[in-house]
């Protein structure tokens, strides 16, 4: 949040006013990839200085912290979405596509849409772009797929392991969350074994929700740490377990994820493996439109996340600015979980880099 803000500030350092031959006034573009936190959060604060366009893959904002109670109790989704269209338009002023950026040439200024009900694809040109489309969370899928986010770009779903469902519509996304409850309450039905992976807080919160709603699953949870919530401190972790002990949650700590190992299986009493496993582990990059030059290679989940300097300006491997003015002002912006969450030097250690990377999500954000 810190540096969603900060950016909103540089942003407004620079000139919002052109002057065209004719010598009209003109707003400044701004096109803004992701509504989600982030996005709308800079397309709120630039509408009056600037014309702002927002592009998101889905029709709807899902408040992904809150996504794991839905799975165990679907009307609950209702609290957590909203469509996007009337917020950005009515409310906020701005201008929604429905769609996904594809390409985007920051030297050029232009990005490459398709929108969602259109055969060809569009260009739209821009004066600065804010890239805020965000990540994925399961860095053992070939797209980081995982029930925590829906599967919305087109790069992803045709590795989809839900392809029947499309969750750029809200209605698909309902429908998903339909599917799994029904399931996991099967799974309750027949007092099956239920394998987490990870005791992160989403690991805990999902293994805890799962027995308060679904008391007959005989629940497990792994992580390679030695306690639960890693980040928080102790008397956190001790109240964790404590906690799953007394729900008759089985956990076992400072053991490796090793789904094709039997002596893996014995070692969490589960011999004949589970009836179903939940990965709640890491992230994974989804900068499918970004240029390879402009990309890590390595980090969370494979690399794939987008090089930034101190003002979150995208930046090229080798820490040059990517898209500049004449004046040498950067006009694309990385913000949010899209980014390699620290700043790099060429040939340095991450440990002796201007800013090490620091965690993409709120708790360990926090430490």
């Known amino acids: ?21 004719g010598g009209h006034e003109q707003q400044r573009k701004v096109l803004i990839v992701g509504g989600g936190f982030a996005g709308l959060c800079c397309a709120r604060d630039l509408k009056k200085e600037f014309l702002v366009t927002v592009v998101d893959a889905k029709e709807y904002f899902e408040y992904t912290p809150g996504v794991l109670r839905a799975y165990v109790k679907p009307e609950h989704l209702d609290h957590l979405t909203f469509n996007l269209q009337p917020v950005i338009e009515r409310r906020m002023g701005c201008k929604f596509i429905w769609g ?8 050029g200024r232009k990005a490459t849409v398709k929108p969602m ?18 990540c994925n969370f399961n860095p053992l899928h070939k797209k980081g797929e995982s029930l925590w986010f829906p599967t919305v770009h087109e790069e992803a779903r045709p590795a989809s392991s839900w392809p029947h469902i499309d969750e750029r519509f809200l209605e698909g996304r309902r429908r998903h969350i339909l599917e799994e409850y029904g399931a996991i309450k099967a799974l309750n039905d027949k007092s099956a074994t ?13 293994v805890t929700e ?32 404590q906690y799953m002990e007394r729900n008759g949650i089985k956990q076992f700590y400072g053991l490796k994820y090793a789904p094709d190992d039997s002596e893996f299986w014995k070692k969490i009493d589960m011999p004949d493996k589970a009836d179903k ?19 890590s290679e390595k980090g969370p989940g494979g690399g794939g996340w987008i ?21 040498g002002n950067s006009r694309v912006f990385a913000i949010g979980d899209c ?16 800013m090490p990377p620091i965690p993409k999500i709120s708790y360990p954000g926090e430490e």
């Open 117 to 134: 009900f259109t055969k060809e694809a569009e260009i739209l040109d821009f004066d600065f772009c804010i890239i805020a489309s965000g």
């Open 1 to 21: 949040q810190v540096a969603v803000w900060f950016q909103v500030s540089e942003l407004r350092t620079l000139p919002r006013i052109m002057v065209c031959c």
């Open 277 to 295: 496993e939940y990965v709640c582990i890491g992230v994974k990059a989804s900068n499918y439109f970004m240029p390879a030059e402009t990309l």
């Open 339 to 354: 980014n390699t969450g620290g700043i790099s030097e060429p040939g340095a250690k991450p440990e002796d880099w201007p």
């Open 307 to 327: 090089h930034m300097d101190m003002t979150l300006a995208v930046c090229t491997k080798d820490m040059k600015l990517w898209s500049k003015d004449e004046q």
């Open 210 to 241: 799962l027995r308060h709603y679904f008391p007959k699953l005989k629940n497990t949870i792994i992580d390679f740490l030695p306690n639960p919530l890693g980040p928080l401190p102790l008397k956190a972790a001790e109240y964790c377990k």
């Open 194 to 206: 239920v394998l987490v992976v990870g005791a992160g807080f989403i690991g805990v919160e999902w």
């Open 100 to 107: 996904e950026v594809t390409n985007l040439d920051g030297p």
